[in-house]
C-alpha cells in the first residue's frame, strides 16, 4: 500500500504539473505570437500605403505640381506664397493661373494633395496620414509628439517608427517613415537651406486596428474552449493510462528480477524515472550492466582522445597537428600519384583590430564563422586546417590550372557575403588568401611556404583578395 501510495501521489503531481506548465506556456505563446502577427500584419500594411503616398507624391512633384480647376469654395493654399528655391532667389512657384477663357485654376503641390487624400481616406476608412517636418511652413503640419519623436530619430539614422495608440476611444497603430530631400523639393522649400540627401520630415500613418484586435480576442477564445475541452479529455486518458504508468512497469520489473544475468534491458523510459520504480530498476539492472557500461566508456574515451588529439576545438577543423601528420601524408600520395595540388593559406584581416574592439568572444565568433564558411565552400576530400591564430590552410587536388584559386575566390567571396550578427549590427569580415598550386610545388613543407608567401603577397596588395605564388620571387 506504501508503494502504491506514493507512486500515485507523484504521479497525480506530475501529471497536474505538467498539465498546468503546458497550459500556461501554451496560453502565453498564443498570445505572443498572435500579437506578434498583428504587429507584423499592421507594419506591412503601413508600409504599403506609405508606399503609394510616397509615389503618388512623386508622381505630383515630377510635375512641379498640378493644376486643378478652381471650385467654388476652394482656396488656393496661401502658404506657396512663402515658398522659394533659395534665400534672395525669386520663386518660380505660380498658386493660381487663369487660361484664355478666365478659367481660374490653382496649385496642387504635394504636400496639399497629400492633406487632402488624408482627409478622404479619414472619411472613408478611417486611415489618417500626415505630411510634417521639425520645420513646417504650414502650421497644420506641425508634428504631434509621436512625429516630433520619430523625426528626431530619423535625423540619427533611424528609417522606420512605430506605436499602438489609443484616441477617441479607439486603438491605432502608427507608423512613420522619413521622407528625403530631392532636387524637386528645393524648388519649393530651397530657402529653408536644405541639402539634398537630408531628411526633410516625414509621413506619419494612423490605421484602426479594433476589428483586429476583436479577432485576436475571438481567437483568443477558441483558445481557452479548446484548452477546456482537451484538459477534460485528459482526465479521461489518465485513468486508462494508469495502468501504464503503474501496473504494466512494476510487472516489467518483476519479470526482469526473474531472469537477472542474461543480456536483457530494461526500457529507457523505466530507468530514467525519478521514483520507486525508477529506483529500482536502476538498482536492478547496475550490476548486470557495470561491465558494458565500463567498456562503453573506455571506447568513447578512446574516441574522444582521437578526436581531441586532431581536432582544433574552437573551429572543428582539423588542428595543427593533424596537418603535419595525416596532412603530410596526404599530400605525398598525391604527389607521388602525380596528382596537381593547391595548397590555400587564409588569414582573416585585421583580426588583432576585431579582438581589440569587440573582445576575444566576438573574435573566436569570427574564427568560427569563417571555419564554417570555408568548410563549406570545399569539398569532402579536401583538407581544411586552423594553421594557428587566424590562419587557415586548404590542401585540395588541383585537376586543372586555376582549379585552387578559383575555390579561393569562392571562399573569399562566401566570407564577404556572411557577415557576423553582433547587437551593435553586422561586422563584415575579409580575408587574404595565397594559392600555390600545381605538380611543381616540392615537399609538403615548400608547399606551406609558397602558399604563405602569395598570403604575404596578398595583404601587401591592400589585402581582401587572392594573390598566386609567382616562381620568379621564390
Known amino acids: ?45 503601413a508600409r504599403m500605403l506609405y508606399q503609394q503616398i510616397v509615389l503618388t507624391r512623386s508622381w505630383n512633384a515630377s510635375y512641379g505640381g498640378v493644376y486643378v480647376r478652381k471650385q467654388p469654395g476652394m482656396e ?61 511652413i504650414n502650421p497644420n503640419n506641425a508634428p504631434d509628439d509621436f512625429e516630433m519623436r520619430s523625426l528626431k530619430k530619423f535625423e540619427s539614422g533611424l528609417k522606420e517608427a512605430s506605436e499602438f495608440s489609443y484616441q477617441e476611444g479607439k486603438n491605432y497603430y502608427r507608423f512613420m517613415a522619413p521622407l528625403y530631400v530631392e532636387q524637386s523639393c528645393l524648388r519649393c522649400h530651397g530657402f529653408q537651406d536644405y541639402k539634398i540627401g537630408e531628411v526633410r520630415g516625414g509621413i506619419s500613418l494612423t490605421l484602426p486596428m479594433d476589428n483586429e484586435l476583436e479577432l485576436l480576442k475571438a481567437g483568443s477564445d477558441r483558445f481557452i474552449t479548446t484548452a477546456v475541452i482537451l484538459l477534460a479529455l485528459v482526465i479521461g486518458i489518465i485513468i486508462l493510462g494508469s495502468y501504464y504508468v503503474v501496473t504494466r512497469p512494476l510487472r516489467i520489473l518483476q519479470r526482469f528480477a526473474n531472469n537477472m544475468g542474461t543480456q536483457q534491458q530494461l526500457p529507457d523510459y523505466l530507468i530514467s524515472r525519478r521514483d520507486e520504480v525508477g529506483l529500482l530498476a536502476r538498482e536492478l539492472t547496475s550490476a548486470n550492466t557495470e561491465l558494458l557500461v565500463y567498456h562503453e566508456q573506455i571506447s568513447e574515451r578512446t574516441t574522444q582522445l582521437e578526436y581531441d588529439n586532431r581536432t582544433d576545438p574552437l573551429t572543428g577543423l582539423c588542428n595543427r597537428r593533424h596537418l603535419f601528420s595525416e596532412g603530410g601524408r596526404l599530400y605525398e600520395r598525391w604527389r607521388y600519384d602525380g596528382t596537381r595540388i593547391a595548397v590555400l593559406m587564409i588569414d582573416i584581416d585585421h583580426f588583432k583590430r576585431i579582438n581589440d574592439k569587440y573582445g576575444h568572444q566576438v573574435g573566436d565568433g569570427v574564427l568560427a564563422e569563417t571555419a564554417r564558411v570555408v568548410k563549406q565552400q570545399c569539398r569532402p576530400n579536401d583538407l581544411v586546417a586552423r594553421y594557428g591564430g587566424e590562419e587557415f590552410v586548404v590542401m585540395l587536388e588541383a585537376p586543372s590550372p586555376g582549379s585552387g584559386v578559383s575555390t579561393a575566390r569562392r571562399i573569399l567571396q562566401s566570407i564577404i557575403e556572411n557577415p557576423i550578427n553582433l547587437e551593435q549590427g553586422e561586422l563584415h569580415v575579409t580575408a587574404s588568401i595565397g594559392v600555390a598550386e600545381g605538380d611543381n610545388l616540392g615537399d609538403f613543407d615548400s608547399a606551406l611556404r609558397k602558399a604563405d608567401e602569395a598570403l604575404y603577397q596578398a595583404k601587401d596588395s591592400g589585402r581582401n583578395r587572392v594573390a598566386t605564388y609567382n616562381k620568379s620571387e621564390s
Not at 497536474?16 to 507594419?43: E, G, P, Y
Open 1 to 45: 500500500m506504501r508503494l502504491t501510495g506514493s507512486v500515485g501521489r507523484k504521479l497525480g503531481v506530475l501529471i497536474s504539473s505538467a498539465l498546468i506548465v503546458t497550459f500556461v506556456l501554451t496560453a502565453v505563446w498564443f498570445d505572443d505570437l498572435a500579437h506578434r502577427n498583428l504587429d507584423k500584419f499592421l507594419h506591412q500594411q
Open 76 to 136: 488656393t493654399n496661401r502658404y506657396l506664397y512663402e515658398v522659394g528655391p533659395g534665400h534672395g532667389e525669386k520663386s518660380t512657384v505660380v498658386p493660381e493661373i487663369t487660361d484664355t477663357n478666365g478659367n481660374v485654376y490653382t496649385l496642387k503641390n504635394p504636400a496639399l494633395m497629400s492633406r487632402e487624400l488624408s482627409e478622404l481616406t479619414a472619411k472613408n476608412a478611417d486611415i489618417r496620414f500626415h505630411l510634417t517636418s521639425l520645420k513646417t
